[in-house]
């Protein structure tokens, strides 16, 4: 099962080549646009009397990322504290640095995101799969079209509309938040339900919103999939019904569904952060959107650094995974 | 070419071609109707109704809708439709630019790229390739958090910088099929240059997959925009449909049982993604004659 090389060479250059691009982007955007964002910021900061040291953040940051030399050695140094893992200070929470305010807010995001991706390509996989194997019927249609709406609607505009039917018009369900304004974090299966309240809206946001695609997909991987004459063989050799759709027509349906989860990637982590934002959840999406309002460039600067890894690196892994269940591609078809 | 210098001959051999075609697509038609209204409707209205109207505290704060408000006004006392009007247009405006300079940037790339082959090629796909993988809201909300005062115009042109990569790898496949056809053996032969066999050869023969992409690359960047805005990065000063809908987040709209000043601009938001869905999903069942029916 090896992958092939000019394959596996192709992916890696860019894979690398995005990283490089991206940390290039972000590195250079901040120092292109006309105005020197740190000093503003630490200025009017320190103005308002809220910040403690300003002067001594001012120098660290000179200092770490050689402020005061050229371009290019600015580059390289910024290249050299990024890879290791040092993404500066935060200029409104110092002396929190931006790693640590990332980390505190990862797991809510990971564990959002990471359930509910998993859950809507399943549940639509499996949904569209027997939709296709059903054919056209009315029910059939009727789940299509809620599809095709789930799928055109994008994800922040579903989530006001459940928002106003869960939250404000049938008040079943908390419409911010994390977790209940004023609890302690700690393990009790109390807190656990309260969490796992706050969690089903947003969740259902961004389930509902990228069901429409699997479902849709799936669907019509199948319907092509049932003319093809090892089905009919199959058929011919009396397997039974089941056996036919699961072992013969799925399996070969899905491996679009795989790729398609690549391409979708970024798509999907862009849409679950709206949705967070939109319902105040404690992850990466509100904390971006916080040092927005706050202008806290390096805080912005290393949300988006490590999204863009992130999904590069799922990206990757992805495509790494595919030859070893696709035969075409192992023996060098594309 | 531009419709206007194309003789009265050859216009009415496009319309008859058109509505046999496209226009004969129902998905393509209702949807085609549907960006009909959605142009027209705020453009009449801004034309007729006062500018007035768009005026902090012109009429009582947070009214539901009435004859002489039809859509109510938000707390600030402005008038919700004629916001609507505005806010419309500029979203299509975002739509229209960085949906033309996308496309073109775009299908000179896949030109490019897929007619000469060898090194360029190797080059223009990956960086294609990297643009396609690259969450570009990212990008996008850094660019505009440090360019504060956004302008329509700028948020177009910011959305572009995105918006051209898939048009390439989709122009690039077709190119690359194009490219081995007799008749471009014979324009070579006859002494075409290449600048001009594509432009003159090929560009025809992809005009609907750039039209089919155009309509993508509009959709998406009203959806980029509208998702910009409502994180609060879209222009300051003018109204466009996510701006709307900030703001009514942003004033609790909701909770404050404001309906009407949220549900507008979702309402024309789902009505304009609805109807560049079904323009795009109708030409892809004319160019991929093998959706039809489906």
Same mark, same amino acid.
């Given at each position: 099962?090896?992958?092939?090389?000019?394959?596996?060479?192709?992916?890696?250059?860019?894979?690398?080549?995005?990283?490089?691009?991206?940390?290039?982007?972000?590195?250079?955007?901040?120092?292109?646009?006309?105005?020197?964002?740190?000093?503003?910021?630490?200025?009017?900061?320190?103005?308002?009397?809220?910040?403690?040291?300003?002067?001594?953040?001012?120098?660290?940051?000179?200092?770490?990322?050689?402020?005061?030399?050229?371009?290019?050695?600015?580059?390289?140094?910024?290249?050299?504290?990024?890879?290791?893992?040092?993404?500066?200070?935060?200029?409104?929470?110092?002396?929190?640095?931006?790693?640590?305010?990332?980390?505190?807010?990862?797991?809510?995001?990971?564990? /959002?995101? $990471?359930? %509910?991706?998993? =859950? *809507?390509?399943?549940?639509?996989?499996? #949904?569209?799969?027997?939709?296709?194997?059903?054919?056209?019927?009315?029910?059939?249609?009727?789940?299509?079209?809620?599809?095709?709406?789930?799928?055109?609607?994008?994800?922040?505009?579903?989530?006001?509309?459940?928002?106003?039917?869960?939250?404000?018009?049938?008040?079943?369900?908390?419409?911010?938040?994390?977790?209940?304004?004023?609890?302690?974090?700690?393990?009790?299966?109390?807190?656990?339900?309260?969490?796992?309240?706050?969690?089903? /809206?947003? $969740?259902? %946001?961004?389930? =509902? *919103?990228?069901?429409?695609?699997?479902? #849709?997909?799936?669907?019509?991987?199948?319907?092509?999939?049932?003319?093809?004459?090892?089905?009919?063989?199959?058929?011919?050799?009396?397997?039974?019904?089941?056996?036919?759709?699961?072992?013969?027509?799925?399996?070969?349906?899905?491996?679009?569904?795989?790729?398609?989860?690549?391409?979708?990637?970024?798509?999907?982590?862009?849409?679950?952060?709206?949705?967070?934002?939109?319902?105040?959840?404690?992850?990466?999406?509100?904390?971006?959107?916080?040092?927005?309002? %706050?202008?806290?460039?390096?805080?912005?600067?290393?949300?988006? #650094?490590?999204?863009?890894?992130?999904?590069?690196?799922?990206?990757?892994?992805?495509?790494?995974?595919?030859?070893?269940?696709?035969?075409?591609?192992?023996?060098?078809?594309? | 070419m531009t419709l206007y210098n194309a003789p009265?001959r050859r216009l009415?051999a496009m319309?008859v071609s058109f509505?046999k075609g496209p226009?004969?697509?129902?998905?393509?038609?209702?949807?085609?109707?549907?960006?009909?209204?959605?142009?027209?409707?705020?453009?009449?209205?801004?034309?007729?109704?006062?500018?007035?109207?768009?005026?902090?505290?012109?009429?009582?704060?947070?009214?539901?809708?009435?004859?002489?408000?039809?859509?109510?006004?938000?707390?600030?006392?402005?008038?919700?439709?004629?916001?609507?009007?505005?806010?419309?247009?500029?979203?299509?405006?975002?739509?229209?630019?960085?949906?033309t300079?996308?496309t073109a940037v775009g299908a000179l790339v896949g030109f490019v790229s897929g007619y000469y082959g060898g090194i360029i090629d190797d080059i223009l796909r990956?960086?294609t390739?990297?643009?396609?993988?690259?969450?570009?809201?990212?990008?996008?909300?850094?660019?505009?958090?440090?360019?504060?005062?956004?302008?329509?115009?700028?948020?177009?042109?910011?959305?572009?910088?995105?918006?051209w990569?898939?048009p390439a790898r989709q122009i690039r496949a077709q190119a690359l099929s194009l490219k081995e056809r007799e008749f471009v053996y014979m324009a070579k032969l006859s002494g075409m240059g290449s600048l001009e066999l594509i432009v003159r050869e090929l560009m025809p023969h992809m005009l609907q997959w750039m039209i089919a992409n155009f309509?993508?690359?509009?959709?998406?960047?009203?959806?980029?925009?509208?998702?910009?805005?409502?994180?609060?990065?879209?222009?300051?000063?003018?109204?466009?449909?996510?701006?709307?809908?900030?703001?009514?987040?942003?004033?609790?709209?909701?909770?404050?049982?404001?309906?009407?000043?949220?549900?507008?601009?979702?309402?024309?938001?789902?009505?304009?993604?609805?109807?560049?869905?079904?323009?795009?999903?109708?030409l892809?069942?004319l160019i991929n004659p093998?959706?039809?029916?489906?």
């Open positions: 099962m090896a992958i092939p090389a000019r394959y596996l060479t192709e992916r890696s250059v860019i894979f690398v080549m995005t990283i490089l691009v991206s940390i290039t982007v972000i590195f250079l955007i901040p120092r292109l646009t006309p105005g020197d964002p740190l000093g503003v910021v630490v200025q009017r900061l320190s103005e308002a009397g809220g910040l403690q040291g300003a002067e001594q953040l001012v120098e660290e940051y000179k200092r770490l990322f050689g402020l005061n030399n050229d371009l290019l050695t600015q580059y390289f140094s910024y290249i050299r504290e990024v890879l290791r893992g040092n993404l500066g200070y935060s200029i409104v929470y110092f002396p929190t640095t931006v790693s640590d305010l990332i980390l505190q807010a990862l797991p809510w995001t990971i564990g /959002l995101l $990471a359930t %509910t991706t998993a =859950l *809507s390509w399943i549940i639509g996989t499996l #949904l569209g799969a027997l939709a296709g194997w059903a054919g056209e019927s009315r029910i059939q249609n009727i789940f299509a079209s809620a599809a095709l709406f789930l799928y055109v609607v994008p994800y922040y505009i579903l989530a006001v509309m459940l928002v106003f039917l869960f939250a404000y018009t049938l008040r079943w369900l908390p419409a911010s938040g994390g977790y209940t304004a004023g609890l302690v974090p700690e393990f009790t299966l109390d807190f656990a339900m309260d969490i796992v309240q706050h969690a089903i /809206l947003p $969740a259902s %946001t961004i389930i =509902l *919103s990228s069901l429409g695609w699997w479902f #849709l997909s799936m669907r019509s991987m199948i319907t092509t999939t049932k003319g093809e004459d090892f089905l009919l063989m199959a058929e011919a050799k009396g397997l039974p019904k089941g056996q036919i759709l699961w072992r013969y027509a799925f399996r070969n349906a899905i491996l679009p569904q795989i790729t398609g989860l690549a391409i979708s990637l970024s798509r999907i982590v862009a849409g679950a952060l709206i949705t967070e934002v939109i319902f105040a959840y404690p992850g990466i999406g509100s904390l971006t959107t916080q040092a927005i309002t %706050t202008l806290d460039y390096p805080l912005i600067q290393g949300t988006i #650094l490590l999204i863009i890894i992130a999904v590069a690196t799922a990206n990757f892994a992805i495509e790494l995974i595919y030859p070893l269940i696709d035969p075409r591609i192992r023996y060098g078809g594309e | 009265p009415a319309w509505s226009l004969g697509n129902r998905n393509f038609a209702v949807g085609l109707a549907m960006f009909v209204v959605l142009v027209t409707t705020p453009l009449i209205g801004v034309l007729t109704s006062s500018p007035a109207l768009l005026r902090v505290g012109n009429s009582l704060p947070a009214l539901p809708p009435s004859t002489s408000h039809p859509l109510g006004t938000d707390v600030l006392g402005r008038d919700i439709l004629a916001q609507l009007f505005g806010a419309t247009l500029n979203s299509l405006k975002i739509g229209l630019i960085a949906a300079a996308g990956v960086l390739d990297v643009f396609l993988s690259i969450p570009s809201l990212m990008f996008l909300i850094l660019i505009s958090a440090l360019v504060r005062t956004v302008t329509v115009e700028t948020m177009a042109l910011v959305i572009a910088i995105f918006a990569a898939w309509v993508n690359a509009f959709l998406s960047a009203i959806l980029t925009e509208s998702g910009l805005s409502i994180l609060g990065l879209g222009p300051q000063v003018e109204m466009t449909l996510g701006m709307m809908l900030w703001w009514a987040l942003n004033s609790a709209a909701m909770f404050r049982g404001l309906w009407w000043w949220w549900g507008a601009p979702v309402f024309v938001l789902i009505f304009s993604f609805f109807s560049l869905y079904l323009m795009h999903a109708g892809d069942e093998k959706l039809r029916g489906r």
